[in-house]
């Protein structure tokens, strides 16, 4: 090379500075700290922007929020924060990565000529849904019947639900607003990040691009790309140590055999009726098969020991379930050789621990984009079998009560390993090879992860 050509000291690029904006919640500031990890492991000089000092007011208010569109509205107390950071710190920040709950946030990051990209915390699959729900309406085209079908029209495959799975907005008329201007702001953004890879659904990571003309990006399972094995094995715990309880589930599971413990977990905002709890332990006893059943405080099922043991057995006295109550190690269970199954609620963070583990699900959705996963967990990619959910209701409002037989057949059926369920092991287990091969260098979601630090680098100049 030319002396004259040759890079000097000055022409040396700083690094790439990213803000990583999350909501507060557990759910979304967790793969979002992954990401921030993951970038910054790349050499780019990463900051997580949170507000220490509201937090416990915030995450008070969500507590207390009583419908999806209360929990919605506590983003607004973070507005004015940022606003004011971005306008003091903006000549430091070549991208702003955002929670999508934020859509007010393309406001100044576009103010300030900041490329806003956001991160929606779901599958390509859910939001492609989304967005075929949104420009179409189909409600329009079906009856009030909550059983009447509704077709979701543009997507790559024919995909169909129940009115009564779905967020009506005949129903819900402010929530379907706020998600209007929530798909409004990610369109005026600059691109969408997905904690998801191209090998699970490729076929929406090319409708994305090429037919919806959407910058997009799938950079995970950012849990497996960004954390040791120590760091990923206690996110969620206290102070990042396991509990003496999830230490006993760890041990109670060492003593089972391989593929033979059904894992039972609907996330941290799920509850039951009282009803639903006992069908739910029903079925369990129906089914046959070991159980380590999560129960998250406050419930009804955590009420009263003998409501959650399968016909009121305590588990002082029976060896074939374990109950784990608040928080469980969850990662270190669906990795564990003795789980043969989880039973979900569908929220895409288990969704996808569960795809990188091999692990075969039971799909139990209940709100928000639970139900588009379960679609394309047990029809699309098919390592899933549904109990039969059939309505989109919140956290706290009266869900229909599944029958405990339905559990048990359901159960059986997704860990069987000879004939059909051979058939979603195989997947389940060549899914799980994928993920871990995505996130290695050369794999697609090292490759996209470099791509966007290349586009932004390139913005500068």
């Given amino acids: 090379m030319d002396a004259s050509m040759a890079p000097t000291e000055g022409d040396v690029q700083p ?65 004015e924060p940022f ?11 070549d991208a702003v990565v955002s929670d999508g709950i934020f859509h007010w946030s393309v406001d100044d990051a576009v103010g300030h000529g900041i490329p806003r990209i956001t991160f929606l915390g779901t599958s390509m699959f859910a939001r492609s849904c989304t967005e075929a729900m949104l420009c179409s309406n189909p409600f329009e085209a079906c009856s009030d019947d909550p059983a009447a079908v509704v077709s979701l029209p543009g997507l790559p495959h024919p995909v169909v639900e129940l009115r009564g799975q779905m967020m009506d907005p005949a ?4 929530e379907w607003a706020l998600f209007q ?8 953004s600059y691109g969408e990040l997905f904690n998801s890879f191209h090998e699970l659904e490729p076929a929406y990571a090319e409708h994305y691009r090429a037919t919806l003309h959407r910058r997009a990006w799938l950079v995970g399972p950012v849990a497996l790309a960004s954390g040791s094995g120590k760091d990923v094995a206690s996110r969620g715990a206290i ?57 998250t405080n406050g419930s009804a099922a955590a009420a ?25 190690p969850q990662v270190l269970i669906l990795n564990h050789p003795a789980v043969g199954g989880f039973m979900t609620h569908c929220g895409w963070n288990s969704t996808l621990e569960a795809v990188s583990a091999g692990v075969p699900m039971v799909t139990w959705p209940r709100y928000a984009d639970q139900f588009h996963n379960e679609k394309l967990v047990v029809e699309v990619l098919g390592v899933g079998v549904s109990v039969g959910a059939e309505d989109y209701a919140s956290c706290v409002e009266t869900h229909q009560v599944v029958a405990g037989e339905m559990i048990a057949e359901s159960i059986k059926k997704a860990m069987k390993k000879d004939g059909d369920g051979d058939t979603v092991w195989k997947k389940a287990e060549e899914l799980g090879v994928m993920a871990c091969k995505a996130v290695e260098k050369g ?17 500068r100049t």
């Fill in 15 to 79: 690094p790439l500075r990213i803000l990583f904006f999350p909501f507060l919640l557990p759910g979304h500031l967790i793969p979002m700290a992954d990401m921030a990890a993951l970038f910054a492991a790349r050499g780019v000089r990463c900051t997580i922007l949170t507000t220490p000092l509201q937090a416990s007011t915030i995450r008070s208010i969500v507590d207390r929020a009583n419908t999806s569109l209360g929990f919605l509205r506590t983003a607004e107390l973070l507005r």
């Fill in 83 to 93: 606003r004011r950071f971005l306008s003091d710190h903006h000549a430091e920040i």
């Fill in 171 to 174: 129903k819900r008329p402010h």
């Fill in 181 to 188: 201007l929530i798909h409004a702001a990610d369109r005026r």
């Fill in 239 to 295: 102070a990042g140590a396991l509990s003496p309880e999830a230490i006993g589930c760890l041990r109670w599971l060492d003593k089972k055999p391989a593929s033979s413990v059904v894992y039972v977990s609907f996330g941290t905002m799920t509850s039951f009726s009282p009803e639903q709890t006992r069908e739910l332990a029903h079925g369990l006893g129906l089914s046959g098969k070991n159980f380590l059943w999560v129960i």
């Fill in 304 to 328: 009263s020991t003998d409501l959650c043991m399968p016909d009121g057995l305590s588990m002082a006295h029976r060896d074939r379930g374990y109950i784990v109550r608040g928080w469980a």
């Fill in 443 to 459: 794999g697609s979601s090292y490759e996209d992860v470099g791509q966007l630090m290349e586009e932004l680098m390139a913005r």
